[in-house]
C-alpha cells in the first residue's frame, strides 16, 4: 500500500518536483499552498497522513504555528510525524521547530534523494516489524510500550513526538549502556550526525521534560560529558 503524504508548501514548482519525484517511489503526494487549508486537510474525515512535508515560510500562517496547531490537534492527526522544510542559515527556527515537536528537519535546497531517505527513515520506524515479544519496556514507574507507541509515568501519559519515542526507545533498549549522539542517531535514522547538528541534544530535552520529574536533574537520561546518553537501568 503506498504511503499518503501532506505537503504544506507555497512554492507550486517545488511541491510538482517533490509530488513528481515522490510518487515514482509509490508515494502518494497531496499539496496544500497554505497553512490553513493543510490544518483543514488534516481534519478531513478519512483523510490519513502518514506524515507532513511542511515549510515554515507560509504565505498566511507561520510554519512554526502550524506545526504547533497540528500538534494540539485531537486524535490521531496530532502524532503525524513532521518533516520541516527551513530556509538554510536558520539554525534557530530548526531549533524552535524541533522543540514545539517536528520530528526532523531537512534544509533548503536540498536533494529530493535526501527526502525521500529522510522520509522511508521515519515510515520505517512507524511499520511493525519482527520485533521481540516483550513490548513493554518498564523501568520503575516509567513503561515504554513498543507496539502503541505509547509513554507512561506513574500511569499517566508522557507526550512525546514518533522520533522523540524512537529515540527514547533506542536508549532503554541499551540501558547502562553510554551512547554517543552518532550512534544514537545511527540506531533511530539509519544515518550519521551531520556535522554540528546539535538536534539530538534539544529532542533529549523534549523526552526528560516528558519523562522526569526533575527534567533539570534528571535520573533517567543521564548525560556523560563529552561523550553523549545513557539510560539508567536503577529509577524510582
Known sequence: MSSQLLMIEDDARLAQMVGEYLGQSGMQVLHCADGASGLAQLQ????????????L???????LEVCRRIR???????QVPILMLTAKGDPMDRVIGLEIGADDYLP??????????????????????????AQVLRFGSLEIDRDARSVTVGGK??????????????????????????QIMEAVRGRELEAFDRSIDVHMGRIRAAIEADPKNPRRILTVRGVGYVFARQQD
Do not use: C, H, W
Open 57 to 63: 515560510m507560509l504565505p498566511d500562517i507561520d510554519g
Open 44 to 55: 478531513e474525515p478519512g483523510f490519513n497522513a502518514d506524515l507532513v512535508i511542511l515549510d
Open 108 to 133: 533548503k535546497p536540498f536533494e529530493p534523494r535526501e527526502l525521500l531517505a529522510r522520509i522511508r527513515a521515519v515510515l520505517r520506524r512507524r511499520t511493525p516489524g519482527s520485533a521481540p515479544a
Open 72 to 78: 494540539a490537534l485531537p486524535g490521531a492527526a496530532a
Open 157 to 182: 501519559p508522557a507526550e512525546l513526538t514518533s522520533y522523540q519515542f524512537d529515540l527514547l526507545v533506542a536508549l532503554a533498549e541499551r540501558a547502562g549502556r553510554v551512547l554517543t549522539r552518532d
